[in-house]
């Protein structure tokens, strides 16, 4: 009997019935099995290039996510106008900037802030460091540090640090402060103050000190 295929051989069976079973010859099982297993190697290997490609492709998407945006988050001669309506309320300049990764905060150094105040003279601040919180492109603090350097009119103040929040027109310092200007020299623990409103106040422990305008006169202190 034949059955119109090379893959099987009929075998009779010893029994009265004379059924036939399919036997498989052990060649054409070996071919099978090598059949099988180049089939298997090549969809090993195409899932292979698959992961390989997609690690690829990921790593490059982190090597531009880690690079990318550390370019885009440090500015040279940084500049920032703070306007409210169409006036401008104060100016910030720096040699540098950095941005936290979140954009709530920026650090600066060679800090430079300057307004005008209500009576028209000028208010500017000089800090080496200044960190600043921000609420999307509004400042709403910044913590200046490394020696500040305040002119205003006449006067000049120093002071190690001091905070200033743009909304309440608030300059705050907790260490030692000191204002020269006019013949007199005013020293204090402490201040709050407010630019724009021209108003100062030493906390604790102030001195005054009254600086002669001509050579060889004494000083006084109160």
């Known amino acids: 009997m034949s059955y119109g295929t090379a893959w099987f051989t009929p075998k009779i069976l010893p029994d009265s019935f004379h059924s036939v079973e399919l036997v498989m010859s052990p060649k054409r099982i070996a071919r099978i099995l090598a059949w099988i297993g180049s089939v298997v190697l090549v969809a090993v290997l195409v899932v ?16 531009n996510a880690a690079t990318v945006p550390d370019a885009l988050l440090h500015a040279h001669n940084f500049h920032w106008t703070q306007m409210k309506g169409d006036e401008s309320q104060w100016v910030l300049k720096a040699k540098d900037a950095s941005y936290a990764a979140d954009k709530t905060s920026l650090v600066l150094s060679g800090a430079d802030l300057s307004m005008i105040a209500k009576d028209g003279k000028s208010f ?20 200046l540090s490394g020696g500040l350097v305040v002119h205003y009119g006449d006067f000049l103040l120093t002071t190690p ?7 309440n ?11 020269q200007g006019q013949g007199l020299t005013v020293t204090g623990i402490g201040m709050s103050g407010h630019p724009k409103a021209e108003l100062f106040e030493l906390l ?3 001195s005054t000190e009254i600086v002669p ?3 060889g006169a004494a000083s006084k202190l109160s």
């Not at 292979?48 to 090597?63: D, F, G, T």
């Not at 027109?169 to 204002?179: R, T, W, Y």
Request: proline share 3%.
């Open 124 to 143: 500017e601040l000089f800090a080496p460091a200044a960190l600043l919180k921000l609420n999307g492109n509004h400042v709403s603090s910044a913590v």
């Open 48 to 63: 292979a290039i698959k992961v390989v490609r997609h690690r690829s492709a990921k790593q490059e998407l982190a090597n």
């Open 204 to 206: 604790r422990q102030v």
């Open 169 to 179: 027109d608030q300059l705050e310092a907790s260490g030692v402060v000191k204002i």
């Open 213 to 215: 305008r001509h050579k």
């Open 161 to 167: 640090e001091a905070k200033f929040s743009p909304d």
